[in-house]
């Protein structure tokens, strides 16, 4: 690609006193959802009024204390919108709606009548301020463009009388704020600020919007903390935040903004917006979190906040969204599985609440409302540890530590095979046909046992008369062989037969299951006379049985 001279470095700042790098974020900042205004004008099919009710009322669930619900002035749907909520009573008493506004006249008067019967309202101005905006769509200079933010401010002060018992928060925003010369969006800002009257207790929101995301997150950063200090009276205004996407940076940006001094964010849910989107306010809500900042907002359900947001919006979140998406609780990376498995394991002898530290994962997925379970997934890239994890979480199989690897390798071969993820269950199946199910080459027909012990008390030892109705190879035999055990009678009847010798150099047991369904589990590891090893994994409602199918697994495995 080719630059061609159109485009050029963004015209940073010079501020080498800089104070915002050494801040940290120790609170949260007042949260505004431009969900209902900013995010539905960007929808393919914008959200009908019933289901601006039921997100309205989601928003309240989590937390919001402040919410723009829409452009009244324009448009139809929005007035009758804003009426139902304020006549229906959706609005609770520690909440505050937002409507927006330009600056003209009819348009202010109209959705000041909109919001009658409101205890409180923010009564959102904005105007374009940007060289370009001022050259392109106005072919206005700078002190009309002031007029005209003033005028605005003066109308919403005539048409106050409308609705004499709501209080009127002024917000302004010179619009496209990171493309305003920087002493010029103080100058416009200041006067609108005077022409409101704003003092300490009648305090204006200043919006500084990123409304084309245009420069580093730094400079942004530099651009606010140098607005307030240039701004006539900080005691008399909230410094809030706009930011959008477009460079992919918004969280990062809006992060540095309020190190630099902004109190006051908007955004809507899981970023959405014109373009490439508003602030996600649920990736900054929880980046928060992860810090062990209160993000005053609850997302300890966020898939049912996830469900109801792409149904009433139709939006997809992306797999990877941060928090959110289907596989960010996801490893696929052999070792990723193999430190988070080890991990959890450990923190599950600890309390509950020390302190987060697994690998891999920057918060505990139960604490926004998902489960363990999807943690860990299979595919051609996992390893040992991402089977271990499903089969005893998913299937309460818990192989001793030398047999991951060779569980690890047969499944991953068996994804490279199918070339795509592996359910749950197509593991289990995997493990069970590689271990459970074999028959070849010896198969087991009919085992009787009998138990002979001496008389109580007596010095004669406990032992067990086996009798198999075995196949080795397709040759069939009949034995019965005595030994202190049904496994060690097992293993001397295969040595009556043509099937290599053996010994056992390796045994574990756990049960599986509760009540009348409870099973054992053993696995056994075999060694030839020429010292090859194999593992075997048997299943049986008995515990000598399970051992004994265990040798008839290891003697059939072949990877």
Request: proline fraction near 4%; charged fraction near 25%; aromatic fraction near 8%.
């Amino acid at each position: 690609m080719k630059v061609n001279g159109k485009y050029r470095q963004f015209q940073t700042i010079n501020l080498p006193d800089r104070s915002w790098p050494s801040r940290r974020i120790e609170k949260a900042p007042v949260w505004c959802s431009v969900d209902l205004r900013d995010g539905n004008q960007a929808l393919v099919n914008p959200m009908g009024i019933e289901q601006k009710l039921e997100f309205f009322d989601l928003l309240v669930k989590i937390g919001f204390k402040e919410i723009e619900v829409g452009f009244p002035g324009a448009n139809e749907v929005e007035y009758t919108f804003i009426r139902r909520l304020i006549e229906e009573k959706h609005i609770p008493d520690d909440v505050t709606i937002q409507v927006l506004s330009p600056m003209r006249e009819e348009f202010i008067k109209k959705t000041m009548e909109s919001v009658k019967g409101a205890s409180e309202v923010i009564f959102h101005l904005y105007n374009a301020t940007s060289p370009s905006q001022r050259k392109y769509n106005f072919g206005k200079s700078k002190d009309e463009i002031i007029y005209l933010a003033c005028s605005g401010v003066e109308a919403v002060k005539k048409y106050r009388c409308l609705v004499p018992d709501t209080r009127i928060i002024l917000e302004y925003s010179p619009e496209n704020f990171t493309e305003t010369e920087p002493d010029y969006s103080v100058e416009i800002c200041s006067k609108v600020t005077k022409t409101w009257n704003a003092d300490k207790d009648n305090r204006i929101i200043l919006n500084l919007p990123s409304t084309v995301e245009c420069c580093l997150p730094n400079q942004y950063a530099d651009m606010v903390e140098s607005f307030i200090r240039n701004i006539s009276d900080r005691k008399s205004c909230i410094v809030s935040l706009h930011n959008h996407n477009d460079r992919g940076e918004g969280v990062a940006a809006c992060e540095m903004g309020i190190l630099a001094g902004a109190e006051r964010v908007e955004g809507c849910l899981f970023g959405n917006g014109e373009r490439t989107g508003n602030l996600d306010i649920v990736t900054m809500a929880l980046n928060l979190f992860s810090q062990g900042v209160d993000p005053q907002l609850d997302f300890s359900n966020l898939e049912e906040i996830s469900e109801k947001y792409e149904r009433l919006t139709g939006m997809s979140i992306h797999p990877r969204s941060p928090y959110a998406g289907e596989l960010v609780f996801t490893a696929f990376s052999g070792s990723h599985q193999d430190a988070i498995r080890k991990a959890i394991a450990e923190r599950k002898k600890s309390g509950e609440n020390q302190l987060w530290d697994v690998p891999y994962l920057l918060i505990d997925p139960h604490d926004i409302g998902r489960e363990y379970e999807g943690i860990i997934r299979i595919n051609n890239q996992s390893g040992k540890g991402g089977a271990a994890y499903i089969l005893e979480h998913e299937f309460g199989i818990i192989p001793p530590k030398p047999m991951l690897p060779i569980i690890g390798r047969v499944i991953k071969q068996a994804a490279d095979q199918e070339q795509k993820e592996l359910s749950a269950d197509s593991v289990y199946e995997i493990f069970a046909e590689k271990w459970l199910n074999t028959k070849y080459p010896l198969n087991v027909f009919e085992i009787t046992e009998k138990h002979i012990e001496g008389e109580r008390g007596g010095s004669g030892e406990e032992h067990v008369a086996a009798s198999a109705n075995i196949e080795y190879l397709g040759k069939r035999y009949v034995i019965t062989a005595s030994g202190n055990g049904p496994l060690d009678a097992f293993v001397k009847i295969l040595r009556r037969t043509t099937a290599p010798v053996f010994n056992i150099t390796s045994f574990h047991e756990h049960s599986i299951g509760s009540g009348s369904d409870t099973h054992a589990m053993a696995y056994v590891q075999i060694t030839y006379e020429d010292g090859t090893v194999k593992w075997g994994v048997g299943k049986s409602s008995n515990v000598g049985r399970a051992g004994i199918a265990a040798v008839v697994s290891a003697i059939n495995f072949e990877e």
